[in-house]
C-alpha cells in the first residue's frame, strides 16, 4: 500500500494540511481516483500514531487552530528507504487468464474464442488509453503509457497462447 | 463462406457504403497460400488497423485491396468499382490518384530534396511544378518538417523520413491510404510522433486508412482493428468514435 509512503513524500516537501495533501495527491497521483478525505486523515493518525509525523490534532489548549502536519525524522527515513528499494519484478506467476485458459482446455470449452473476447476488451482499453495520451497532460501521457505497455505484454502472451493452444490442450488432459 | 461485413453494392445508405472492400479473397505464392477468403470493408473516414502475426496474410490482404496484387479469387471493390478486374493501365492510374502509400522502408528518392520527394505524385499527375510544389510546401508545417525543404531526404533521421514519406501519400488527397508497418523502422516515441501525424492528418483530409501492423500500441491509434490469421480475417470489433456496433462477429481460427 503505498498511500501512506506517498503522503510521507509530500510532507518532504513541507509540512502541510490534510487538505493540501489530498489536492496535491489527487493532482499528481489520483488519476480517475481521487482519495477520500477519509482516507487521508485515517492515514494521516496511523502515521502520527507511529511517531513517523507530528501535529494535525489541536494542542490542548491551543484553541481551534490545527497544526500541519510534518515529517519526523523516522517517517524521512522510512520514505529514503522506501524510494530507494524495487519493487519486486512480477513476483506471481498466476494469472486470471491463465487459469481461464487452463480449465477452458480442462472441460473442452472454446478457449480460441475466450483468448479472442479478452484481446478484444484489451483493445478496447487500449483505444481508451491512447485516446488519453492524445488529449491528456504528460503525466496522465506516462501513466497511459504504463497501462498501454502492460496491456501490450498481456496481449502478447494472448497471441502467443493462441497460437500454442493445441499443445497446451494435451499438456493440460494429460496431467 | 465467410462474408461478415459484406453490404451490398446499392446499399441505400450512401455513408455506410464501404470505400473499399476485399470480398472473400484468395491469394497464392506458388503453393504457398498467403489468404484463404479475407474479407474485410473500410468505410470513409474510418482508420482501421488489420493486425496479425508474420505470415498471417495481413500485407497481402493490403496490397491485394491497394490493386498492387490480383487476388487469385474473390473481389475488390473500391468506391462502387471493382477494382481487381480492371486493367493494369487504369489500375495503375487509380493507385496514383486515389491511395497513397506508406511503407517501412526505402519509399523516399534519396537524392531529391524533401520539396521535390512531396511534389513527386503531383508532377506525375502533370500538375504544373509552380502549383505542386507550392502544394508540397504547405505540407512541411503540418507535419513539423518546416525549414527541410530543401535538405536531400538522404540525409534525414528515421523519423522525418517517415514524416516526408506521410506528406507524399497524402499530398494528391487520395481517398484511401495504405499504411503497411509505418512504424516499424522508428523507436517507441517517434513511432508514436508519427501515428499522431498520420491519424490527425487522415482525420483533418477525410481520408479513409488501412494500416497494416503487428504492433498494438500501434493499432490502437485506429478506430477499429481487426485480426488476420491464417490467411482470414477472423476478428472484428464495434468502433469507438460513433458507437456504433460494426462487426462483431468473433470467427475463431481453426
Known amino acids: 500500500?503505498?498511500?501512506?509512503?506517498?503522503?510521507?513524500?509530500?510532507?518532504?516537501?513541507?509540512?502541510?494540511?490534510?487538505?493540501?495533501?489530498?489536492?496535491?495527491?489527487?493532482?499528481?497521483?489520483?488519476?480517475?481516483?481521487?482519495?477520500?478525505?477519509?482516507?487521508?486523515?485515517?492515514?494521516?493518525?496511523?502515521?502520527?500514531?507511529?511517531?513517523?509525523?507530528?501535529?494535525?490534532?489541536?494542542?490542548?489548549?491551543?484553541g481551534p487552530d490545527r497544526k500541519p502536519y510534518t515529517i519526523t525524522e523516522l517517517g524521512t527515513r522510512e520514505f529514503d528507504t522506501w524510494l530507494a528499494k524495487p519493487i519486486e519484478p512480477e513476483p506471481h506467476l498466476q494469472t486470471t487468464l491463465f487459469s481461464k485458459v487452463v480449465l477452458a482446455l480442462l472441460l473442452g470449452r472454446p478457449a480460441a474464442s475466450y483468448l479472442d473476447i479478452q484481446r478484444t476488451a484489451h483493445m478496447q482499453r487500449m483505444r481508451q488509453l491512447t485516446e488519453l495520451k492524445r488529449t491528456g497532460s504528460l503525466m496522465q501521457t506516462l501513466l497511459a503509457d504504463h497501462g498501454l505497455f502492460h496491456l501490450e505484454a498481456d496481449l502478447r502472451w494472448i497471441d502467443v497462447t493462441s497460437a500454442r493452444l493445441d499443445a497446451l490442450a494435451e499438456m493440460v488432459r494429460s496431467i | 463462406?465467410?462474408?461478415?461485413?459484406?453490404?451490398?453494392?446499392?446499399?441505400?445508405?450512401?455513408?455506410?457504403?464501404?470505400?473499399i472492400e476485399a470480398r472473400d479473397v484468395y491469394k497464392l505464392f506458388g503453393q504457398t497460400p498467403a489468404l484463404l477468403g479475407a474479407t474485410l470493408a473500410a468505410r470513409t473516414g474510418e482508420i482501421l488497423a488489420v493486425m496479425g502475426p508474420s505470415g498471417s496474410g495481413k500485407s497481402?490482404?493490403?496490397?491485394?485491396m491497394a490493386g498492387i496484387y490480383t487476388p487469385d479469387k474473390g473481389?475488390?471493390?473500391?468506391?462502387?468499382?471493382?477494382?481487381?478486374?480492371?486493367?493494369?493501365?487504369?489500375?495503375?492510374?487509380?493507385?496514383?490518384?486515389?491511395?497513397?502509400?506508406?511503407?517501412?522502408?526505402?519509399?523516399?528518392?534519396?537524392?531529391?530534396?524533401?520539396?521535390?520527394?512531396?511534389?513527386?505524385?503531383?508532377l506525375?499527375?502533370?500538375?504544373?511544378?509552380?502549383?505542386?510544389?507550392?502544394?508540397?510546401?504547405?505540407?512541411?508545417?503540418?507535419?513539423?518538417?518546416?525549414?527541410?525543404?530543401?535538405?536531400?531526404?538522404?540525409?534525414?533521421?528515421?523519423?522525418?523520413?517517415?514524416?516526408?514519406?506521410?506528406?507524399?501519400?497524402?499530398?494528391?488527397?487520395?481517398?484511401?491510404?495504405?499504411?503497411?508497418?509505418?512504424?516499424?523502422?522508428?523507436?517507441?516515441?517517434?513511432?508514436?510522433?508519427?501515428?499522431?501525424?498520420?491519424?490527425?492528418?487522415?482525420?483533418?483530409?477525410?481520408?479513409?486508412?488501412?494500416?497494416?501492423?503487428?504492433?498494438?500500441?500501434?493499432?490502437?491509434?485506429?478506430?477499429?482493428?481487426?485480426?488476420?490469421?491464417d490467411g482470414k480475417v477472423t476478428h472484428a470489433e464495434a468502433t469507438h468514435t460513433d458507437g456504433t456496433v460494426a462487426d462483431t462477429e468473433v470467427e475463431v481460427g481453426r
Open chain 1, 1 to 62: 500500500m503505498t498511500v501512506p509512503l506517498t503522503l510521507l513524500g509530500l510532507l518532504e516537501r513541507e509540512p502541510s494540511y490534510g487538505y493540501d495533501l489530498k489536492r496535491d495527491y489527487d493532482a499528481y497521483f489520483g488519476g480517475d481516483k481521487p482519495l477520500p478525505f477519509g482516507q487521508v486523515y485515517s492515514t494521516l493518525r496511523r502515521l502520527a500514531r507511529d511517531g513517523k509525523v507530528t501535529g494535525g490534532e489541536a494542542e490542548p489548549g491551543a
Open chain 2, 124 to 229: 506525375l499527375s502533370r500538375m504544373s511544378r509552380k502549383a505542386a510544389y507550392a502544394r508540397a510546401g504547405a505540407w512541411l508545417p503540418r507535419l513539423g518538417l518546416d525549414g527541410l525543404g530543401d535538405r536531400r531526404t538522404g540525409e534525414l533521421s528515421g523519423g522525418q523520413a517517415q514524416r516526408v514519406a506521410l506528406a507524399r501519400a497524402l499530398v494528391a488527397q487520395p481517398k484511401v491510404l495504405f499504411a503497411d508497418e509505418p512504424t516499424g523502422s522508428l523507436d517507441t516515441l517517434t513511432g508514436e510522433m508519427v501515428m499522431e501525424l498520420l491519424v490527425g492528418n487522415a482525420r483533418a483530409e477525410g481520408t479513409t486508412v488501412v494500416l497494416v501492423t503487428h504492433d498494438a500500441r500501434v493499432a490502437a491509434y485506429a478506430d477499429r482493428q481487426v485480426l488476420v490469421r
Open chain 2, 1 to 19: 463462406m465467410t462474408s461478415v461485413n459484406q453490404l451490398p453494392t446499392n446499399a441505400p445508405r450512401q455513408a455506410e457504403r464501404p470505400i
Open chain 2, 75 to 122: 473481389e475488390i471493390w473500391f468506391d462502387g468499382q471493382r477494382l481487381d478486374t480492371l486493367s493494369d493501365t487504369r489500375r495503375t492510374e487509380l493507385r496514383r490518384t486515389a491511395f497513397g502509400f506508406v511503407f517501412q522502408f526505402g519509399q523516399l528518392v534519396p537524392e531529391l530534396t524533401v520539396a521535390d520527394n512531396i511534389a513527386l505524385p503531383l
Open chain 2, 60 to 64: 497481402t490482404l493490403l496490397h491485394c
